[in-house]
């Protein structure tokens, strides 16, 4: 398992900004660079759901819903992955987990709440 700790949830209006931050205090820069790492996110009532991926490749993937919006980086030597979320919507409201993938093991934060308000 790794630890992954989150930070930068928040209240904001319709149309603001946020940006996610999570790092992986404890693994070195090169363990690092072994993890697809990403975005999920939870809705009242809803499934856990992909927002993004930073694959260990270097690529990105997106939802539908947040693309062209939301924007995942990585920065290796920090060991930190990130989600600029731009033009956020109500809809964009959830509780967001960071997610961490080393060829099959899988590991979570324990989630930022970001929410929405129109």
């Known amino acids: 398992q790794v630890r992954l700790v989150e930070s930068g949830g928040g209240a904001v209006q319709d149309g603001g900004s946020l940006r996610l931050s999570c790092g992986t205090p404890?693994?070195?820069?090169?363990?690092?660079?072994?993890?697809?790492m990403g975005w999920y996110r939870q809705a009242p009532g809803k499934e856990r759901e992909l927002v993004a991926l930073a694959t260990r490749g270097g690529t990105t993937e997106y939802a539908d819903s947040v693309k062209g919006r939301f924007t995942i980086s990585r920065d290796n030597s920090r060991k930190m992955v990130y989600l600029q979320m731009n033009s956020l919507r109500p809809e964009d409201t959830a509780v967001y987990y960071c997610h961490v993938d080393q060829y099959g093991e899988i590991s979570w934060g324990k989630g930022t709440l970001v929410t929405v308000s129109s």
């Open positions: 404890g693994k070195i820069t090169s363990t690092f660079r072994t993890y697809t």
